[in-house]
């Protein structure tokens, strides 16, 4: 009588040495995605001389407007959106998070003032902030252990 084997999901995913095409093309789109995002939160540092002429700014609201605004709600969401990621569809979340900075860097533009501005580089933030925990999980599905 043969032994009954333990079927390990590691080995089974080792034993494949084939990635589907779609795994690259994923990899692909997102690192596409997640360069605009770095880009789209960079880009109010090349602005920032223009910026503090024509709204007659601070430094300190510029340093506001340049991390603070940003950073917090980016880093403080990054937990819930990775528990969020778990539960609904992964591509849609990176599509709302993706739309939701969209919608707000574009609107940064017909800001009139600090605190406009300050409000929608809080929504990029959050925005911005699905992106990781949403990417990572489905690079985590389309690609086998060995190549993670």
């Not at 609201?61 to 819930?80: C, D, E």
């Not at 300050?118 to 252990?145: H, I, K, N, W």
Request: aromatic letters at 12%; proline letters at 4%.
């Amino acid at each position: 009588m043969q032994a009954e084997k333990t079927l390990n999901p590691h080995t089974i995913e080792d034993a494949d040495n084939k990635v589907p095409s779609y795994s690259w093309y994923a990899l692909g789109v997102l690192t596409l995605v997640y360069t605009l995002n770095f880009l789209d939160r960079s880009l109010i540092y090349i602005l920032f001389t223009p910026i503090k002429r024509e709204m007659a700014l601070t430094d300190l609201q510029l340093a506001l407007l340049g991390s603070t605004s940003f950073v917090i709600f980016y880093t403080l969401l990054g937990i819930p959106f990775g528990r969020l990621a778990d539960r609904v569809n992964r591509k849609r979340m990176i599509a709302a998070g993706l739309a939701i900075w969209s919608l707000f860097s574009g609107l940064t533009g017909f800001a009139d003032g600090f605190w406009e501005i300050f409000a929608c580089r809080v929504m990029v933030g959050v925005g911005e902030a699905t992106l990781g925990p949403a990417a990572l999980s489905l690079l985590s599905d389309y690609f086998p252990l060995r190549l993670r």
